[in-house]
């Protein structure tokens, strides 16, 4: 085929042509150069027309209007644009439907949702888990399918604060049910909402928590007991003396076990006992600071350790102090039991760039390797096992400031480096501060 762009020239030559043929045959040039001017245009009004006519019926090849030059390259270009989309969108229909049959299989209800949290797309679970219907509830807020204040405070806080913020609440469409909810930010204002049935692992948990706490509830009597008995023969001036160490280290067993149950009986209430506003009053922790400094250097760090005190006295938290206590006592104990003699212990009392009430508890001792960072606070965890029954430690001090922390809205984060010492914050949010 000729150059489409040729055959144009070609044909404004032949307009011009006509035009010098006319007017030297009439010498009317007016007409000479309005007629087939006017014929050159009124031929393109008409290729155009028929152009038109072809896109709003679909622009099918069969329906092609016969035309040439540069309205036949239009065609053609056009054709092969239209070619394309249909491509693309059998493509796109293929992926969709892939993806339609995956999401469907997954065992999580899944729901996408837009900037306004609009239901975009559902997947069939999600009928089951939530009680939404992918094709009757499309274009509605999931705030009215899903009414409960506690999910609605959750889906409209900020996007940033969801790392690791999960929502654990009860199932719409069954209420024996327990759900994890979760949110990831992805596209343009678009959220993946999805809801996860836990409700075997919190009745695992809660009756683990109920033999923890009721099997040492149990055991506090026979111990009791047991030890009455062992400082009977401890006080007794017919005892053997050959008898005399294997009671004694009876009794510090004992003593021990007591230490544990009273511990475990104390994680348990902070596991199950959910945080009322009531309890919560304003906590001066500087006063307590200084109380528990200064008792710890006459006792479990006389002679052996030095503590500092850097506290806001100004700086008041509400909360339940007999769980602050708690979680500064364990935080300066661990740090005096497991750092060697001459060591310098910083407490620190203040606000963070981030406007939160901080307790931090420094060391100069020598510092925890990484890989034991993320299970300090698991229970019973220990670094050196050895060296912890040595001092007296239960391996849940960590455990109980972790879950106190939690009770209160705040976190405990661990700061170490080999050989230079640790730094564990416990750190409340702002609205703790009074």
């Not at 304003?282 to 005190?309: R, Y």
Request: charged share 25%; glycine share 6%; aromatic share 6%.
């Amino acid at each position: 085929m000729d150059n489409p762009w040729s055959v144009e020239s070609w044909r404004l030559v032949l307009v011009v042509l006509s035009a010098l043929f006319i007017g030297l045959l009439t010498d009317y040039w007016m007409i000479a150069w309005g007629l087939p001017i006017s014929l050159y245009i009124g031929w393109q009004l008409h290729q155009l027309y028929l152009l038109n006519r072809w896109l709003m019926k679909g622009a099918k090849t069969k329906n092609a209007p016969e035309t040439s030059g540069i309205w036949a390259l239009i065609v053609q270009q056009i054709y092969r644009s239209k070619r394309n989309e249909r491509k693309q969108k059998k493509r796109l229909a293929r992926t969709l439907k892939r993806f339609n049959v995956t999401a469907s299989a997954l065992p999580d209800a899944t729901i996408v949702l837009d900037e306004n949290h609009l239901i975009e797309w559902a997947n069939q679970v999600s009928q089951q888990v939530l009680g939404i219907d992918r094709k009757r509830d499309t274009g509605l807020r999931i705030e009215t399918m899903i009414r409960n204040p506690e999910f609605n405070q959750w889906i409209n806080s900020p996007a940033e604060d969801d790392d690791g913020n999960d929502l654990e609440m009860p199932a719409p469409a069954d209420q024996n049910k327990i759900l994890n909810l979760r949110r990831v930010e992805f596209g343009k204002g678009q959220f993946l909402l999805t809801a996860r049935d836990i409700s075997q692992r919190v009745q695992l948990q809660e009756m683990r928590r109920s033999f923890v706490a009721n099997a040492s509830h149990e055991l506090k009597t026979p111990l009791t007991v047991i030890m009455g008995y062992l400082e009977i023969l401890k006080e007794t001036d017919y005892l053997p003396e050959d008898l005399r160490p294997p009671v004694e280290n009876a009794n510090l067993q004992a003593l021990r076990m007591q230490n544990i149950l009273d511990d475990l009986l104390y994680l348990s209430r902070l596991e199950t006992a959910e945080l009322s506003e009531k309890l919560a009053e304003p906590v001066n922790m500087a006063g307590l600071l200084k109380q528990l400094a200064s008792d710890m250097q006459k006792t479990m760090a006389q002679d052996t350790h030095t503590l500092k005190l850097d506290v806001d006295d100004r700086l008041i938290i509400r909360a339940v102090e007999t769980d602050m206590d708690s979680v500064a006592s364990n935080l300066i104990k661990n740090a005096i039991r497991h750092t060697p003699k001459g060591s310098t212990i910083a407490i620190k009392w203040h606000k963070d760039q981030s406007q939160r009430a901080c307790l931090e508890v420094s060391d100069d001792g020598v510092g925890i390797e990484p890989e034991h960072l993320p299970k300090l606070t698991e229970r019973f965890y220990r670094v050196d096992p050895g060296r912890s029954r040595q001092t007296g430690a239960t391996g849940l001090g960590l455990a109980i400031v972790k879950h106190a922390m939690h009770r209160h809205g705040g976190v405990l984060e661990v700061e170490s480096d080999l050989g230079l010492g640790s730094t564990f914050s416990a750190c409340f949010p702002s609205y703790r501060i009074v």
